[in-house]
C-alpha cells in the first residue's frame, strides 16, 4: 500500500476507524512505527493501528526525546506512516509544542496530515521521557485548556490526554487530573509511568473514559501483556520505541560484523531479500505507471 498506487484514506475516516478500533471488544494493540519502512512491517504482521512516539521519532533523527522537534517535522514522519499504510496513526505531539497557539498549530497540521489520533502530555518544556526522574508538569488548567483548543480547532481529531502526575505529583493527583482532562473532552487517557496491577485497576475504577497503556521497555512499569491490560480495563495498548530498538541493535551487529570481517555475508539469514523488499514497498505498482520502465525481474536467490 503506497499513497500513489492506491487511493489514500480522509483524515476523518482515518479518525472514525481509529474510534471503532478502541470501542471493539478486544484491547487495540498499536506498535511504534519510527518510519515508514516500520509502517509497512506492522501492517504486514496485521496489525490495524499505528504509533508514532516522540522518543522513537527524534532518536531516528540523532535527537533526544527533550521537545526539541516542531510539529511541523512531526506531521511530515505522521505523513509519510499514513502514505505507506492507509491506517490510523496515533501520534505523540509531547507538549502541543509549546502554548495554547502552538497546540492548535499542531492539531491543524495534524489533520492536514491525515493523522486520526493525538497524545498529549501535560509536562513542562523541556519535557522529558515519561519514565525518567525530573519532570515539571504545567497546571492542570493548563492542559485542560490545550485540550479544548485542539478540539475546536480539530473537532474531527481523537485526543488522548497523557498526564505524568503519578511520579511527580502522586496517584491521586494522576487521577484528579485525569477526570479533569475528560471533562475537558478528551476521547481517552493515558496515565504514564504506572508501576503496579493496583495502579492500573484503580485508574480503571475511577477514570470511565478509554484507558492506554504504555509497555515500553526499560520503564517503571512491569512487563505486562495485552490480554493482562486487557483484565485490569484497559482498551489500549502502546509498543512505542520497539521498533526503533530493534533497528538499531541490528544496525549494531551488522556494522560490527562488516567492521570485523569485511563481509556482511553471515548476516544475510537477518536481511530482508530483495524480494521481499520489493513486495512490502510495492515496488511493481510503481513500476507499472510508467510503461517506459523496464519491468524488473528478480532471480530466484533474491
Known amino acids: 500500500m503506497a499513497w500513489i498506487v492506491d487511493q489514500p484514506c480522509p483524515q476523518e475516516e482515518l479518525a472514525s476507524k ?3 478500533l478502541v470501542a471493539a471488544p478486544e484491547i487495540l494493540r498499536i506498535p511504534g512505527a519510527h518510519d515508514a519502512m516500520a509502517a509497512l512491517a506492522a501492517k504486514q504482521a496485521g496489525f490495524s493501528a499505528l504509533y508514532l512516539s516522540g522518543a522513537a521519532y527524534t532518536a531516528s533523527r540523532g535527537l533526544p526525546d527533550l521537545g526539541i522537534v516542531t510539529s511541523a517535522e512531526t506531521a511530515e514522519r505522521a505523513r509519510d506512516l499514513i502514505r505507506a499504510t492507509n491506517l490510523p496513526v496515533l501520534v505523540d505531539i509531547d507538549t502541543g509544542f509549546g502554548g495554547v497557539l502552538q497546540a492548535a498549530r499542531a492539531a491543524r497540521e495534524m489533520v492536514e496530515a491525515g493523522v486520526a489520533a493525538v497524545q498529549i502530555e501535560d509536562q513542562l518544556l523541556p519535557k522529558k521521557c515519561g519514565h525518567l526522574n525530573g519532570k515539571q508538569l504545567v497546571a492542570p488548567e493548563e ?16 485526543v488522548v490526554a497523557r498526564t505524568d502526575a503519578r511520579s511527580v505529583e502522586g496517584l491521586d493527583s494522576a487521577i484528579a487530573r485525569a477526570a479533569a482532562y475528560v471533562d475537558a473532552g478528551a476521547d481517552a487517557i493515558f496515565p504514564e509511568a504506572l508501576e503496579t496491577e493496583e495502579e492500573f485497576r484503580l485508574f480503571s475504577k475511577k477514570i470511565t473514559a478509554p484507558l492506554l497503556a504504555n509497555m515500553t521497555e526499560f520503564g517503571n512499569t512491569p512487563y505486562y501483556s495485552a490480554d493482562e491490560f486487557a483484565a485490569m ?19 549494531e551487529r551488522i556494522f560490527s560484523l562488516i567492521k570485523a570481517q569485511g563481509s556482511q555475508k553471515e548476516g544475510l539469514s537477518d536481511m530482508q531479500t530483495r524480494s521481499e523488499l520489493y513486495e512490502t514497498i510495492s515496488y511493481y505498482k510503481f513500476e507499472n505507471l510508467d510503461q517506459q520502465i ?9
Open 18 to 20: 481509529f474510534r471503532e
Open 143 to 158: 492542559m485542560v485548556q490545550k485540550i479544548r483548543v485542539i478540539k475546536e480547532v480539530a473537532p474531527t481529531l481523537v
Open 233 to 251: 480495563g484497559y482498551q489500549i495498548v502502546i509498543y512505542p520505541v520497539t521498533s526503533l530498538r530493534v533497528a538499531a541493535k541490528a544496525y
Open 294 to 302: 523496464s519491468k524488473t525481474v528478480l532471480k530466484k536467490n533474491q
